[in-house]
């Protein structure tokens, strides 16, 4: 290419009026020579085998094109530095953008191909690829990172440790990598904590999430502020109030929450409230009665003295159906000596101890008779659960108890 040896060459140029039947029009037209061929026979009479390029800015956009809100919009300089496409193509174009050839010689043309082959052949390491799920708007203006989304059906891509925001005007769906999806609604804030092969992690700050998930037990994990909700195989809406308290909602499976040891079974049509300092209370059937619920919440979170919290108990244990043997069961470990009697009772009038469960493994709190007696309320093997919490690393394999009818109705299901 042509360098500037003579960089005192100008461009010739000047301004002019237009007269037409005699009339001056009032535009003011500029008159200015184009750097083309042209110019290099006049500047360089005895050396025309160069080419001749412009130096500029170039722009880049995302795939919709529509301007410089959409992600991936960049405006990019001239350089030379070596720069591919899909598939590891080099990305010629690049080039052309910010060099725009301004006059070659015909024989220029296989040389100016030479060279950009040499530049872009050499190795180069390969970019790590960031992981990260892909988000897609629903209405509004989500915020992914640093950039919103602000076109229907657009995308982007959520980051590990970035957050996903959503105003009172805006909304998003998220592809779980390949074992499910969540919805984000209005007023909520997500922030991706992990995706790996066998656990993909996430943390929900604020707002509401529906989450429908195909994937073993274990693997789909998500953060509150007042506990852990672990997926073991199901469709759930989970929701995060501003001051950390919380309500999760199974309508498909069962969902298990975890905060300092103290653990809630969720199945589908049942409910479980989160308290910020005290964790995930005792989870019940939407259909209880509303004495049984009102009851149910004072013993989780209400400050109660031991006389009233017998009378409450008492309410609970009075009004409680077999459907809400659920509650009870949980009730087992969350209460002491008279009132665990009570419960103890109730409960096997409602659901009767199957064979190896006693009395005294009950009072005592024995975690195989616990679960022979979980078990027998149907709910969900409770040893996909047990085999989490040994291997919180891990994810149940693919061969738990139920889990391929569990996943063929949940897709389904959707």
């Known amino acids: 290419m042509f360098a500037a040896k003579d960089a005192g060459q100008t461009i010739d140029a000047g301004s002019f009026g237009v007269f037409v039947n005699g009339q001056r029009r009032e535009i003011v037209f500029h008159d200015a020579q184009q750097p083309n061929g042209d110019f290099i026979s006049q500047w360089y009479p ?21 301007g410089a ?25 690049r080039y052309r953008a910010t060099w725009p050839r301004r006059s070659a010689a015909v024989a220029a043309m296989a040389a100016f191909a030479i060279a950009i082959s040499l530049l872009v052949s050499r190795p180069v390491p390969p970019i790590a690829q960031r992981p990260g799920w892909e988000v897609t708007r629903i209405e509004g203006a989500p915020l992914v990172g640093k950039h919103s989304i602000q076109v229907t059906g657009a995308k982007a891509k959520l ?47 604020e707002g509401t999430i529906h989450a429908a998930i195909w994937a073993p037990p274990g693997e789909f994990v998500v953060d509150t502020p007042s506990a852990t909700a672990v997926d073991l195989g199901c469709a759930y809406t989970l929701h995060v109030a ?49 004495p049984f619920r ?10 109660l003295a031991p006389e009233s919290r017998s009378t409450t108990l008492q309410i609970v244990l009075s009004q409680a159906r077999k459907d809400d043997a659920l509650s009870l069961w949980h009730l087992l470990s969350r209460t002491q000596a008279a009132d665990r009697e009570k419960v103890f009772r109730r409960f096997a009038a409602l659901v009767p101890p199957p064979s190896g469960v006693t009395r005294e493994g009950i009072f005592r709190l024995d975690q195989k008779q616990l679960d022979l007696w979980w078990n027998a309320l149907d709910l969900g093997d409770i040893s996909t659960w047990r085999f989490w919490e040994q291997t919180p690393d891990r994810a149940m394999p693919a061969n738990a108890q139920s889990l391929e009818k569990k996943q063929v109705t949940l897709k389904q299901s959707r």
């Open 46 to 66: 005895d050396d025309t085998g160069g080419d001749l390029h412009k130096i500029q800015l170039g722009f880049e956009f995302g795939d919709l094109a529509y």
């Open 69 to 93: 809100n959409e992600p991936g919009y960049a405006v990019v300089g001239a350089d030379l530095n070596r720069y591919t496409t899909t598939g590891g193509v080099k990305k010629q174009a």
């Open 159 to 205: 980051e590990v440790g970035e957050l996903l925001v959503t105003n009172s005007t805006s909304s998003a769906t998220v592809t779980v990598a390949e074992i499910g999806e969540i919805q984000v609604d209005p007023g909520t804030r997500v922030r991706l904590l992990q995706t790996m092969r066998d656990r993909k992690r996430i943390s929900l700050e």
């Open 242 to 290: 501003p001051d950390g308290s919380g309500l999760l909602r199974t309508t498909l499976g069962w969902v298990g929450f975890h905060s300092n040891g103290h653990d809630s079974f969720i199945p589908a049509g049942a409910v479980c409230p989160t308290h910020r300092n005290l964790g995930a209370g005792t989870p019940y059937f939407e259909d209880a009665t509303e």
């Open 294 to 303: 009102t009851a149910l919440a004072q013993l989780d979170f209400g400050n």
